[in-house]
């Protein structure tokens, strides 16, 4: 791991690299320790900004020191300093190895638990090892942010909830930015080495990775949860081909517990740490591309996008503080959502309002048979001909959750409560 100054300057330098010459070539001491990797001060080197990228090189050059070696600590201190200037919360280190957990991945496959997610199953083989996203990788750098902003407020008939995680922009989009920059910074420090960024699709237990790398601990209800921010955070991992001094795993915090389990509304949550996703509202709106069946619709209650209600039901996730991320925040109309109003937007309509939100995934299809389907458990008569125009929709499973919802409405008209 050969490194040169390659815009590194000492911090205070402000780009003027003809101080940092002179204060070197002054000392001869502080250049030796440097050399051998050690020096004083080390952790108060770091990466110019844009504006003054690249001054220390010609320095570093003319003082022979091109093969300075940034140690282990060097490089996990300043990408962790980085990390938390890009805006992570959380970051720790771990080795790229076979996840531990490995048989909970196998069983949870073996027993039908990723119901329709084929592209799991399909690369099995690639979870076993970090290599299978980064050839050469030594070590994962697991990263998290707190998404958590305002409080959910209850939906009234007509309206649909939606999950926090989706309330603001897509998390992809704004955590692949950071990535990136934070890979551009650790190519600085180390020109050679391989760096690979990652959110969601690559085949990695981001959670387990999480877990190793002393984030937090793994709780009943399968998420990762941290001691300061709960499960409110999102992950993301950096790869590297370098060697970083790891983290120790977090310990547990769940004890004699189970809110969660007894939260769940449709007891996809089987047992602790094991969830069905194939009973879990969450998969149902967001993944699956059919309607929610109909024997798990009344659970889904007036649940339009996600399912938050096994980590509302946590302690540990009450006393998160409020995320610095704007991005975050809810876009107008999203906590909660005016149902009818779904039904008026053509394709063009509901990408221009959803591109860039999570709730894309779902696309118009998917988003509509919810809609119908939360009008349904919670019928509001003004939103009766939104439904009716439905039953015309160009997609089959939406005319078809807009007739079980036209059907609970004539049921609850019956009786009054609507
Ligand atoms: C597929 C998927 C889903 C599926 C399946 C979820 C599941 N529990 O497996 C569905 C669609 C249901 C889903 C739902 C949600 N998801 Co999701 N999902 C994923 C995805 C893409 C893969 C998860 C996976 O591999 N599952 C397979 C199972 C076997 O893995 P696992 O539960 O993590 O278990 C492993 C370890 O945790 C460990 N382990 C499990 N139990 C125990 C117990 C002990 C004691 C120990 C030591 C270890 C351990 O062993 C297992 C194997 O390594 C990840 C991103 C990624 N690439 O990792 C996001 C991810 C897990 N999802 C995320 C989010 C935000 C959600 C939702 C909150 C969204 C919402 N509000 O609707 C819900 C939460 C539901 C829940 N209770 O899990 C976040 C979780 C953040 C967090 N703090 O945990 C992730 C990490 C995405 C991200 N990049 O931020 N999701
Ligand atoms: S997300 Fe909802 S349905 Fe899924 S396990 Fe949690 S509480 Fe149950
Ligand atoms: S609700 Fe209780 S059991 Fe479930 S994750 Fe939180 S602390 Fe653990």
Redesign the pocket.
């Known amino acids: 791991m050969t490194a040169i100054c390659n815009g590194l300057t000492y911090l205070g330098c402000k780009g003027n690299y003809w101080k940092i010459f002179q204060m070197f070539a002054r000392t001869g001491p502080a250049r030796r320790q440097l050399t051998a990797g050690n020096g004083p001060g080390l952790s108060k080197w770091q990466v110019c900004d844009a504006e003054n990228t690249c001054s220390g090189l010609t320095v570093f050059r003319r003082m022979g020191l091109e093969s300075w070696r940034m140690t282990p600590t060097a490089l996990t201190n300043a990408l962790k300093e980085e990390a938390a200037r890009l805006g992570f919360d959380l970051a720790g280190a771990t080795a790229a190895a076979t ?1 531990t ?2 048989d ?2 196998d069983s ?1 496959l073996a027993d039908g638990f990723a119901a329709d ?1 084929s592209y ?1 199953a399909d690369r099995a083989a690639a979870y076993r090892h970090p290599r299978h996203v980064l050839d050469s990788v030594r070590s994962v750098l697991m990263l998290a942010v707190n998404y958590r902003s305002d409080d959910p407020v209850d939906p009234k008939p007509g309206q649909g909830g939606v ?1 926090r ?1 989706a309330w603001g922009a897509d998390y992809h989009d704004v955590i692949r930015q950071r990535l990136h920059r934070l890979a551009d910074f650790h190519r600085r420090l180390l020109p050679e080495a391989d760096v690979r960024g990652v ?2 699709t690559a085949p ?5 990775f999480a ?1 190793a790398a002393g984030l937090g601990w ?1 709780g009943k ?4 949860l941290n001691q300061r921010f709960g ?1 409110w ?4 991992a950096l790869l590297t081909s370098e060697q970083l001094v790891h983290d120790r795993p977090a310990d547990d915090g769940c004890g004699s517990c189970r809110a969660c389990l007894d939260a769940c509304p449709t007891g996809a949550l089987v047992e602790p ?1 094991r ?1 069905d ?1 194939r009973r ?1 509202i ?2 149902l709106t ?2 699956s591309r059919d309607c929610t069946p109909i024997d798990l619709r009344t659970s889904q209650g007036d649940r339009l996008f ?3 209600a ?2 509302q039901a946590c302690p540990h996730n009450h006393q998160t503080p409020i995320t610095t991320e704007e991005a975050f925040r809810p876009q107008q109309g999203m906590n909660p959502v005016t149902l009818a109003e779904l039904f008026t937007l053509d394709e063009d309509g509901f990408r221009r309002r959803f591109r860039h939100t999570s709730m894309w995934r779902s696309r118009r299809g998917g988003i509509l048979c919810n809609a119908a389907i939360a009008l349904g458990n919670h019928p509001d008569k003004a939103a009766m001909p939104a439904l009716q125009q439905g039953l015309e929709d160009s997609e089959p499973r939406v005319r078809t959750a807009c007739a079980w919802a036209l059907g609970r409405y004539a049921v609850s008209l019956s009786r009054g409560n609507c």
Do not use: K
Not at 221 to 224: E, G, V
Not at 233 to 236: D, P, Y
């Open positions: 996840p957990t490995i909970r991945f949870w997610m799991m999950s995680y959110i969601d990695l237990l981001e959670r387990e877990r793994i209800n399968t998420c990762l499960s955070v999102f992950l993301a740490y969830l996703a879990c969450s998969y967001v993944e996600g399912c938050d096994c980590q």
